[in-house]
């Protein structure tokens, strides 16, 4: 039997348990030790991000960015139906109140167009997600947001190393939330980050991080004792997890350049199927592949499970994505009944097929002919 090719597999670069041991026999293993220091300064300096906070995950980032936005319940916050449940929880958290906007026909990215609409006197934030790493039309929301007096906070979660008209993701809005978890592109398991681009929001989110103390400052000498000033709670991670995930960023560009490759490979490769009206990924002008996810739009929902099962007998794993949020169990009745096509038809019809560096060219020909094979007997 051929061997099975998973969705995902977490790409080890090398060093991780060795700094992992070296995190342990420092003798420093809480919050912001040594190798968060060097994630911090990593982003900062390499990547032009003006202040980052490593997180326990980017839902927790997402949960800082709330608490920052300061929301009192009642509060309006437009976040994108197709998209990971935390994006919007987030925000219900702190009893705010989501207006779900709809995806594009193009990619499943927010419909700008549609946000002037979803505007009342008690919105206060805009959050896009950032799909498959692909940039939002981030000029044209900050309009919107300007125009309103609105936050923005980007979901920036799939979006390491990706750009808008040349900007990194992520640096575009007041809050941007990433993700670490084991299915992202650079991992540690776990893990997340709150980039801070609006310096109003920098020293308090030191201190929501840090359960409400400001504790950070006390480190840095600026206040003899430190006690409770704020709300908060322990978003900071362990620094064997920062020891973990700094041996992935030594690697970013190796573990891009490879993703981007198998990414261009299926682009390439299924380009033919466009005629027939299968959906490939699109990236506006102003956006950049970073090879996080690759996925197909089949023309149905009966048609995508047709050829998850053909690949499924294959040994090949391919899988779907989110479910419209404003039909979910959780939040269909606080849902004002619009109808969000786009969002719907993404969770019918989009499949995400396995991408991860050891995806070797010999085991991608398999996904591919799998694919190939299944639309020539339609
Ligand atoms: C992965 C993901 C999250 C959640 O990230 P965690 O680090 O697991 O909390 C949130 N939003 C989007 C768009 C994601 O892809």
């Known amino acids: 039997m051929l061997p099975t090719i998973p969705f995902n597999k977490p790409y080890l670069s090398g060093p991780e348990t060795r700094y992992i041991e070296d995190a342990v026999r420092s003798g420093k293993i809480s919050g912001d030790g040594v190798f968060t220091k ?6 900062e300096q390499q990547l032009g991000f003006a202040k980052v906070l490593l997180t326990t ?40 109140k989501i207006v779900f906007a709809d995806s594009t026909a193009e990619n499943p990215n927010i419909d700008v167009a549609s946000l002037e609409g979803l505007i009342t006197d008690r919105t206060r934030a805009i959050v896009p997600v950032h799909y498959a790493g692909i940039a939002c039309d981030m000029d ?30 992520g640096t575009l809005s007041d809050l941007a939330a990433f993700s670490f978890h084991e299915t992202k592109n650079i991992i540690s398991g776990e893990g997340g980050m709150l980039a801070i681009n609006n310096p109003l929001y920098a020293q308090r989110a030191e201190i929501i991080r840090e359960k409400g103390t400001n504790r950070s400052s006390f480190f840095r000498g600026e206040v003899d004792k430190y006690g409770w000033v704020d709300i908060g709670s322990s978003f900071l991670p362990s620094d064997i997890i920062a020891a973990f995930l700094w041996a992935q960023l030594e690697h970013l560009e190796d573990i891009q350049t490879q993703r981007k490759a198998i990414w261009s490979r299926y682009y390439e490769a299924f380009a033919s199927l466009v005629p027939l009206g299968v959906g490939l990924p699109v990236i506006p002008a102003y956006a950049t592949n970073n090879g996080h996810m690759f996925y197909l739009v089949t023309r149905s929902l009966a048609e995508r499970g047709a050829l998850i099962d053909y690949l499924k007998q294959q040994q090949i794993l391919p899988v779907f994505h989110y479910l419209s949020l404003h039909k979910s169990l959780f939040y269909a009745a606080q849902h004002d009944g619009r109808e969000l096509t786009w969002s719907d038809h993404y969770t019918d019809c989009l499949v995400r097929l396995p991408l991860y560096y050891e995806l070797t060219p010999d085991l991608q020909q398999r996904v591919i002919d799998g694919v190939l094979a299944f639309y020539a007997q339609q």
């Not at 060097?38 to 982003?43: E, G, K, L, N």
């Not at 997402?62 to 998209?83: H, K, R």
């Open 38 to 43: 060097r994630c911090h300064q990593f982003f």
């Open 140 to 169: 044209a929301i900050q309009a919107v947001a300007d125009r309103h007096g609105l936050a923005v906070v980007e979901d920036a979660a799939q979006a390491i190393d990706s750009y808008y008209k040349g900007k990194t993701l």
């Open 57 to 96: 995950s980017c839902t927790d980032a997402l949960e800082m960015a709330a608490i920052l936005l300061n929301l009192q319940p009642g509060d309006e916050v437009i976040v994108p139906s197709f998209t990971f449940v935390s994006t919007p929880n987030a925000f219900v958290l702190r009893g705010a």
